[in-house]
């Protein structure tokens, strides 16, 4: 249930015109949201971010709109973070145009993070790559801060799953949109072990001009942003630039000069990105001295396969497999094999591309 000041935050944040400047202007005045909405617009400065006062049209308590809110929220058991509360990221706070409001599902008391990017259209290698890096980085305590897209996004949150750590996905939606619905397992797992957050409220579609604010966050969480194959004009590089305002280390994978997916990060390390080879690259600069955390590590996804599973995940490697050279190699038939790929995609050990090929993620 949202509690009284969330309720009045979510009734501020649905007036149309208001924003977030708008929101900080007001609680500068006012102090907190209840007070703000008992003092009504009438007593508000003429204009409060990009809004007549005079014109204000605060959603009732017992409005179709205000109660539609509150409905989505609770039924995905998600609750809001304001600016000015004690659980709000100090890190996000220092940035010059922090979010007023989050809309947050999970555990939302991270520590130290890195954020990692890349192209949605990563190569088998990049993905590998990828979830290698947030595997051994979220083993040092280092929570993995993303953005749920398809691609290298998706490889850094499984990464940081895989090894029990911590990861945080930013939504360029509302916190009940599951965006890309693919990724709708992904989305779960992530509120189970870390969080899912948006600055937007629920019921707002994914639109293209979100997230370039939602790539301010995932910089604005982090101590540095990590970018693993990103082509020109990528939005990676709008996540880079926001590290570099904000004071945060970028990283940078290299790539092969001839692959597009390669020409932005090459630029990075042109324009004096930090080249990283290895995650020990990476955890000398944003935790000095730091050691692996033995609590937060989870069972291996390869504990308790079968001997044939086991088989057919050490057929496995970078290298994307056709499913009919597995079943050559492997021996099993077409209904045997596509019930243990199954099984090994589900837990996260596999990774179908088009075309009915595989690879593994270890």
């Known amino acids: 249930m949202l509690t009284a000041s969330e309720r009045a935050w979510l009734r501020l ?4 015109g208001l924003g977030r400047r708008g929101l900080f202007e007001l609680q500068r005045i006012f102090s907190t949201p209840e007070e703000i909405l008992d003092a009504g617009p009438a007593r508000w400065p ?3 971010g990009s809004l007549r006062s005079a014109n204000a049209e605060i959603p ?4 179709a709109t205000f109660l539609a809110a509150v409905d989505r929220l609770e039924a995905v058991e998600a609750h809001l973070v304001s600016c000015w509360d004690a659980s709000y990221p100090e890190p996000l706070k220092s940035i010059h145009d922090p979010p007023a409001l989050l809309y947050v599902r999970g555990q939302f008391d991270i520590g130290p993070a890195l954020a990692i990017v890349g192209s949605r259209r990563c190569s088998p290698q990049g993905r590998k790559t990828t979830r290698e890096f947030a595997r051994e980085v979220a083993r040092h ?10 691609g290298i996004d998706s ?3 499984e990464g940081a799953l895989d090894s029990g750590g911590q990861t945080m996905a930013v939504l360029g939606c509302g916190i009940d949109r599951v965006y890309p619905p693919e990724n709708s397992r992904l989305f779960h797992r992530i509120c189970e072990q870390g969080a899912v957050i948006s600055e937007y409220p629920p019921g707002t579609e994914p639109l293209a001009g979100h997230f370039p604010g939602r790539n301010r966050i995932i910089s604005g969480l982090s101590r540095g942003v990590l970018v693993v194959e990103a082509a020109d004009g990528s939005g990676s590089l709008i996540t880079a630039e926001f590290a570099l305002e904000q004071g945060r280390e970028v990283f940078a994978v290299p790539g092969a000069i001839s692959a597009p997916n390669s020409s932005g990060v090459n630029s990075l390390l042109k324009d004096g990105a930090h080249l990283v080879t290895a995650p020990e690259d990476i955890l000398h600069l944003i935790s000095p001295g730091g050691r692996p955390t033995p609590t937060g590590a989870g069972p291996s996804p390869l504990e308790g396969l079968s001997e044939t599973e086991l088989r057919l995940a050490g057929l496995l490697s970078a290298e994307p497999l056709q499913a009919d050279d597995l079943a050559r ?3 099993l038939t077409p209904m045997e094999l596509s019930a243990i790929l199954l099984q090994l995609e589900l837990r996260g050990i596999v990774t179908q591309l088009p075309g009915m ?3 593994s993620n270890f």
């Open 155 to 157: 490889a850094a949150h």
């Open 141 to 150: 305590g280092i929570a993995i801060i993303s953005g749920l897209a398809r």
């Open 357 to 359: 090929r595989y690879l």
């Open 329 to 331: 190699k492997s021996g």
């Open 46 to 48: 003429e204009r409060v």
């Open 60 to 63: 009732a308590v017992d409005g």
């Open 13 to 16: 944040h649905l007036t149309k």
